[in-house]
């Protein structure tokens, strides 16, 4: 009998680790503990940063300023990837010490037990972190060779000349930024007329002009309906019959909560485990964070929703996680998207980084800060493109944490020259 049983080893290893700190009996259940540390580690945002970060010193150094030709050696990337990640395993492995690690597939047919391994363990509350999987699209063909998803990018240890993308999210953009940065031919495959549809007009509209800048060729209004391996490549047809071949198909289609494991009838579940806003799901005592309650794919809202889980279940009564305040962001090449808050505030306030010198060696002449407010002076959110968005959105985060009005945040004296102080002019225009 356990107080917390922890099913998946994404970013619920968080949660257990303080679990076991506060003398509880934990168990966390992974079906691979080579993954512990979840899809973010070992797949996802930690790794293709990493290759975003290698490209994108190539493509700054594509300048007229600097000599010489640079590219890069994907299998030392590969490699240094590898250990980088190893090492990420061993320390959380050791941070573990206190729990009972089992490694299988865990089963959740009814309340309170879960079986794994031909046993069933049992526990007072029981804290769900499946996370997701890749989404394939009926009609593609995936073979991991030609056909791949961005596990097998993370994988490559050559660059193929070419490479098509089927999706304009966060992967989708991600990985053209890679490969159109270190020197493939990429060409992105949209099934809309737009990238990012929810984001400002303006954002849209540079973000598209940057990728065409380092090389992407966008197709828009191009669903695809079938693609399968030839031995003349990739056939990609698209719903108005027209088709073409490529070498190489990475399909970034989204992902989808797993849920498979869970069949106790007393927990509903719709597009994710269905929680309220403490994260806990139709039975009392049974939480679900992270992406398989369909709430935000992003491994710190995941990490934020276990912490807090694992706090309710020690008396500590922590306020509820908002998470219009989580920021959001795609790490697109060179500039980085990031969104904050509540984008339809009454005031919005929009300031180019063109208006500052900084931005006209940082590749940055393009880029936009937009900042919101309400009716009443208050900060509600924020739209940035910039070089590293995702830090300088932090800022308007602790805004919204601190509950800031535009007064006070005019009161801040940002750094010159930095990016920050576009953000610090938004203020001031609100």
């Known amino acids: ?26 168990a966390l259940i992974e079906k691979d503990m080579q993954q512990l540390g979840g899809v973010c580690l070992h797949k996802g945002c930690i790794p293709s940063k990493m290759f975003l970060h290698y490209s994108s010193l190539v493509y700054e150094s594509s300048s007229e300023i600097i000599v010489g030709k640079t590219a890069l050696n994907m299998k030392a990337l590969f490699e240094k990837k590898t250990k980088l990640i190893d090492n990420a395993l061993i320390a959380i492995t050791k941070q573990c010490a206190n729990i009972d690690l089992i490694e299988g597939d865990a089963k959740l047919s009814e309340p309170h037990k879960v079986a794994v391994n031909g046993k069933v363990l049992e526990a007072k509350h029981i804290v769900i972190g499946t996370g997701s999987h890749s989404f394939i699209p009926e ?18 240890q050559e660059l193929p000349q070419k490479i098509a993308i089927y999706g304009a999210g966060a992967i989708g953009l991600e990985m053209a930024s890679f490969f159109a940065t270190a020197g493939v031919e990429v060409t992105l495959l949209n099934h809309s007329d737009k990238i990012l549809k929810k ?16 090389g992407v060729t966008i197709l828009e209004n191009h669903a695809v309906k079938t693609a399968k391996s030839t031995k003349k490549g990739v056939h990609i047809t698209f719903g108005d019959e027209s088709s073409i071949y490529m070498p190489l198909l990475l399909v970034a289609a989204g992902r989808r909560p797993n849920v498979d494991f869970l069949t106790c009838k007393e927990i509903k579940v719709e597009k994710g485990i269905v929680t309220d806003n403490y ?9 679900a964070i992270g992406d398989c309650n369909g709430k935000l794919q992003l491994a710190h809202a995941a990490r934020a929703e276990v912490l807090h889980v694992t706090a309710q279940i020690l008396g500590k009564k922590p306020r509820p996680v908002n998470l219009e305040h989580v920021i959001k962001f795609i790490h697109t090449l060179p500039m980085s998207y990031a969104v904050v808050g509540n984008t339809k505030g009454v005031k919005s306030s929009v300031v180019p980084l063109s208006h500052f010198p900084y931005s006209s060696y940082n590749q940055a002449t393009q880029g936009l800060m937009i900042s919101y407010a309400d009716e009443n002076g208050f900060i509600t959110g924020a739209e940035i493109l910039a070089p590293h968005a995702e830090e300088l959105a932090a800022i308007v985060g602790m805004s919204l944490a601190g509950e800031m009005d535009v007064a006070q945040a005019k009161r801040t004296i940002f750094g010159h020259p930095t990016f920050s102080e576009a953000l610090e002019r938004t203020f001031y225009k609100l």
């Open 1 to 26: 009998m356990y107080d917390i049983i922890y099913i998946g080893g994404g970013l619920n290893y968080a949660g257990a680790i303080v679990a076991a700190k506060n003398g509880k009996k934990v």
């Open 199 to 214: 984001s400002h007009p303006l954002i849209q509209k540079e973000l598209k002009a940057q990728l065409e800048k380092i």
């Open 139 to 156: 009609g593609i063909a995936y073979n991991a060779k030609d056909i791949i998803m961005s596990d097998e990018v993370l994988m490559l």
């Open 279 to 287: 994260f806990e799901t139709t039975l009392a005592k049974h939480y």
